[in-house]
T-cell receptor
Framework: DAGVTQSPTHLIKTRGQQVTLRCSPK?????VSWYQQALGQGPQFIFQ???????QRGNFPDRFSGHQFPNYSSELNVNALLLGDSALYLC?????????????FGPGTRLTVL | AQSVTQPDIHITVSEGASLELRCNYS??????LFWYVQSPGQGLQLLLK??????LVQGIKGFEAEFKRSQSSFNLRKPSVHWSDAAEYFC???????????FGTGTRLQVFP
Protein backbone atom coordinates (compact mmCIF):
# COMPACT_ATOMS: atom_id res chain seq x y z
CA ASP A 1 0.00 0.00 0.00
CA ALA A 2 1.69 3.18 -1.19
CA GLY A 3 1.65 6.07 1.18
CA VAL A 4 1.44 9.70 0.20
CA THR A 5 3.65 10.48 -2.77
CA GLN A 6 4.82 13.85 -4.01
CA SER A 7 6.57 15.03 -7.13
CA PRO A 8 9.00 16.37 -7.93
CA THR A 9 11.40 15.81 -5.05
CA HIS A 10 13.34 18.98 -5.70
CA LEU A 11 12.69 22.02 -7.85
CA ILE A 12 14.62 25.16 -8.63
CA LYS A 13 12.85 28.22 -10.02
CA THR A 14 13.60 31.90 -10.44
CA ARG A 15 11.65 34.83 -9.08
CA GLY A 16 8.48 35.59 -10.98
CA GLN A 17 8.07 32.10 -12.37
CA GLN A 18 5.19 29.76 -11.67
CA VAL A 19 5.41 26.28 -10.20
CA THR A 20 3.14 23.24 -9.88
CA LEU A 21 3.63 20.59 -7.24
CA ARG A 22 1.81 17.27 -7.24
CA CYS A 23 0.51 14.95 -4.58
CA SER A 24 -1.11 11.51 -4.61
CA PRO A 25 -2.90 10.64 -1.38
CA LYS A 26 -2.66 7.39 0.49
CA UNK A 27 -4.95 4.71 -0.90
CA UNK A 28 -8.48 5.14 0.46
CA UNK A 29 -8.00 8.78 1.40
CA UNK A 30 -10.10 11.53 -0.11
CA UNK A 31 -8.83 14.70 1.58
CA VAL A 32 -5.57 16.45 0.81
CA SER A 33 -3.94 19.24 2.80
CA TRP A 34 -0.89 21.28 1.83
CA TYR A 35 1.67 22.74 4.21
CA GLN A 36 4.67 25.01 3.72
CA GLN A 37 7.70 24.37 5.91
CA ALA A 38 10.35 27.06 5.76
CA LEU A 39 13.85 26.22 6.92
CA GLY A 40 13.99 25.95 10.70
CA GLN A 41 10.24 26.37 11.07
CA GLY A 42 7.25 24.16 11.64
CA PRO A 43 4.82 23.44 8.82
CA GLN A 44 2.20 26.09 8.07
CA PHE A 45 -1.20 25.13 6.72
CA ILE A 46 -1.86 26.44 3.22
CA PHE A 47 -5.20 24.87 2.30
CA GLN A 48 -7.20 21.67 2.16
CA UNK A 49 -9.12 20.04 -0.66
CA UNK A 50 -12.08 17.71 -0.39
CA UNK A 51 -14.51 16.70 -3.13
CA UNK A 52 -12.46 18.79 -5.57
CA UNK A 53 -13.11 21.99 -3.66
CA UNK A 54 -11.03 24.08 -1.31
CA UNK A 55 -12.51 23.48 2.10
CA GLN A 56 -10.17 25.42 4.38
CA ARG A 57 -7.44 27.95 3.82
CA GLY A 58 -4.61 29.28 5.91
CA ASN A 59 -3.07 32.72 5.81
CA PHE A 60 -1.52 32.54 2.36
CA PRO A 61 -1.97 34.97 -0.54
CA ASP A 62 -3.96 34.21 -3.67
CA ARG A 63 -0.72 33.41 -5.48
CA PHE A 64 -1.13 30.02 -3.86
CA SER A 65 -3.87 28.00 -5.49
CA GLY A 66 -4.72 24.36 -5.78
CA HIS A 67 -6.76 21.74 -7.44
CA GLN A 68 -8.05 18.29 -6.62
CA PHE A 69 -8.82 15.74 -9.27
CA PRO A 70 -11.56 13.08 -9.30
CA ASN A 71 -8.98 10.46 -8.29
CA TYR A 72 -8.27 12.61 -5.18
CA SER A 73 -4.77 13.60 -6.27
CA SER A 74 -3.96 17.25 -5.89
CA GLU A 75 -1.82 20.04 -7.26
CA LEU A 76 -0.42 23.11 -5.57
CA ASN A 77 0.27 26.07 -7.84
CA VAL A 78 2.30 29.09 -6.85
CA ASN A 79 2.42 32.10 -9.17
CA ALA A 80 4.86 35.00 -9.28
CA LEU A 81 7.38 33.22 -7.09
CA LEU A 82 9.21 35.17 -4.43
CA LEU A 83 12.48 34.31 -2.72
CA GLY A 84 10.45 33.76 0.46
CA ASP A 85 8.54 30.93 -1.19
CA SER A 86 11.62 28.73 -0.88
CA ALA A 87 10.56 25.94 1.43
CA LEU A 88 9.65 22.29 1.79
CA TYR A 89 6.07 21.77 0.65
CA LEU A 90 4.32 18.92 2.37
CA CYS A 91 1.18 17.16 1.32
CA UNK A 92 -0.95 15.25 3.81
CA UNK A 93 -3.95 13.03 3.25
CA UNK A 94 -6.79 11.70 5.36
CA UNK A 95 -10.20 10.09 5.06
CA UNK A 96 -13.07 12.48 5.68
CA UNK A 97 -15.57 9.73 6.38
CA UNK A 98 -13.92 8.77 9.64
CA UNK A 99 -12.05 11.62 11.21
CA UNK A 100 -9.43 10.27 13.57
CA UNK A 101 -7.10 13.24 13.50
CA UNK A 102 -4.50 11.17 11.70
CA UNK A 103 -2.96 12.70 8.63
CA UNK A 104 -0.36 10.90 6.57
CA PHE A 105 2.38 13.14 5.24
CA GLY A 106 4.40 12.75 2.10
CA PRO A 107 8.17 13.33 1.99
CA GLY A 108 7.70 16.79 0.52
CA THR A 109 8.93 18.81 -2.43
CA ARG A 110 11.89 21.07 -1.78
CA LEU A 111 11.38 24.32 -3.73
CA THR A 112 14.27 26.72 -4.14
CA VAL A 113 13.59 30.15 -5.63
CA LEU A 114 16.62 32.03 -6.94
CA ALA B 1 -4.07 34.03 19.11
CA GLN B 2 -3.64 30.34 18.52
CA SER B 3 -0.05 29.20 18.83
CA VAL B 4 2.27 26.42 19.86
CA THR B 5 5.57 27.04 21.60
CA GLN B 6 8.41 24.59 21.77
CA PRO B 7 10.96 26.34 24.00
CA ASP B 8 13.85 24.02 23.23
CA ILE B 9 15.31 24.41 19.75
CA HIS B 10 17.95 21.74 20.20
CA ILE B 11 18.35 18.98 22.80
CA THR B 12 21.23 16.56 23.15
CA VAL B 13 20.97 13.38 25.21
CA SER B 14 22.99 10.23 25.63
CA GLU B 15 21.61 6.96 24.39
CA GLY B 16 19.68 5.27 27.18
CA ALA B 17 18.92 8.52 28.97
CA SER B 18 15.39 9.76 29.53
CA LEU B 19 13.88 12.48 27.40
CA GLU B 20 11.30 15.19 27.84
CA LEU B 21 10.39 17.63 25.06
CA ARG B 22 8.31 20.60 26.08
CA CYS B 23 5.26 21.98 24.34
CA ASN B 24 2.96 24.82 25.37
CA TYR B 25 -0.12 25.87 23.45
CA SER B 26 -2.55 28.73 23.25
CA UNK B 27 -5.90 27.73 21.80
CA UNK B 28 -9.34 29.19 22.33
CA UNK B 29 -11.37 26.04 21.92
CA UNK B 30 -10.90 22.51 23.21
CA UNK B 31 -7.46 21.59 21.90
CA UNK B 32 -6.66 18.46 20.03
CA LEU B 33 -2.94 17.88 20.51
CA PHE B 34 -0.40 15.99 18.45
CA TRP B 35 3.26 15.10 18.38
CA TYR B 36 4.95 14.40 15.06
CA VAL B 37 8.50 13.30 14.24
CA GLN B 38 10.40 14.23 11.09
CA SER B 39 13.57 12.45 10.05
CA PRO B 40 15.83 13.94 7.36
CA GLY B 41 14.29 13.52 3.95
CA GLN B 42 11.12 12.10 5.43
CA GLY B 43 7.65 13.42 5.91
CA LEU B 44 6.06 13.87 9.27
CA GLN B 45 5.03 10.78 11.19
CA LEU B 46 2.40 10.91 13.92
CA LEU B 47 3.74 9.73 17.28
CA LEU B 48 0.63 10.25 19.37
CA LYS B 49 -2.46 12.38 19.79
CA UNK B 50 -4.70 13.57 22.60
CA UNK B 51 -8.37 14.34 22.19
CA UNK B 52 -9.93 13.72 25.58
CA UNK B 53 -9.99 11.31 28.51
CA UNK B 54 -6.86 10.00 30.16
CA UNK B 55 -4.35 12.81 30.15
CA LEU B 56 -1.42 10.43 29.72
CA VAL B 57 -1.34 9.07 26.19
CA GLN B 58 0.83 6.37 24.78
CA GLY B 59 2.23 6.50 21.28
CA ILE B 60 4.46 4.60 18.96
CA LYS B 61 8.16 3.93 19.45
CA GLY B 62 7.81 4.00 23.24
CA PHE B 63 6.81 7.66 23.47
CA GLU B 64 4.18 9.07 25.78
CA ALA B 65 2.82 12.54 26.43
CA GLU B 66 0.93 14.14 29.27
CA PHE B 67 -1.75 16.80 28.82
CA LYS B 68 -1.89 19.38 31.59
CA ARG B 69 -4.72 21.81 31.01
CA SER B 70 -3.75 24.07 33.91
CA GLN B 71 -0.32 24.59 32.39
CA SER B 72 -1.44 24.52 28.73
CA SER B 73 1.24 21.94 28.17
CA PHE B 74 1.59 18.67 26.29
CA ASN B 75 5.10 17.40 26.95
CA LEU B 76 6.55 14.38 25.19
CA ARG B 77 8.56 11.82 27.14
CA LYS B 78 10.52 8.66 26.59
CA PRO B 79 12.19 6.73 29.41
CA SER B 80 15.18 5.51 27.40
CA VAL B 81 16.28 7.12 24.16
CA HIS B 82 17.70 5.12 21.25
CA TRP B 83 20.11 6.48 18.66
CA SER B 84 17.39 6.06 16.03
CA ASP B 85 15.26 8.63 17.87
CA ALA B 86 17.48 11.44 16.58
CA ALA B 87 15.14 13.62 14.52
CA GLU B 88 13.05 16.78 14.59
CA TYR B 89 9.98 16.71 16.81
CA PHE B 90 6.95 18.90 16.29
CA CYS B 91 4.04 19.59 18.60
CA UNK B 92 0.78 20.66 16.96
CA UNK B 93 -2.70 21.73 17.97
CA UNK B 94 -5.96 21.56 16.07
CA UNK B 95 -9.69 21.20 16.41
CA UNK B 96 -12.10 18.34 15.94
CA UNK B 97 -13.02 17.36 12.39
CA UNK B 98 -10.35 19.50 10.82
CA UNK B 99 -6.93 18.59 9.52
CA UNK B 100 -5.75 22.19 9.85
CA UNK B 101 -2.95 22.04 12.38
CA UNK B 102 -0.88 24.73 14.00
CA PHE B 103 2.67 23.52 14.50
CA GLY B 104 5.43 24.64 16.80
CA THR B 105 8.87 25.44 15.45
CA GLY B 106 10.21 22.05 16.42
CA THR B 107 12.90 20.59 18.67
CA ARG B 108 15.90 18.92 17.14
CA LEU B 109 16.99 15.88 19.13
CA GLN B 110 20.55 14.70 18.92
CA VAL B 111 21.53 11.38 20.54
CA PHE B 112 25.09 10.55 21.52
CA PRO B 113 26.23 6.91 21.89
Amino acid sequence: DAGVTQSPTHLIKTRGQQVTLRCSPKSGHDTVSWYQQALGQGPQFIFQYYEEEERQRGNFPDRFSGHQFPNYSSELNVNALLLGDSALYLCASSFAGLWEGTQYFGPGTRLTVL
Amino acid sequence: AQSVTQPDIHITVSEGASLELRCNYSYGATPYLFWYVQSPGQGLQLLLKYFSGDTLVQGIKGFEAEFKRSQSSFNLRKPSVHWSDAAEYFCAVGARNTDKLIFGTGTRLQVFP
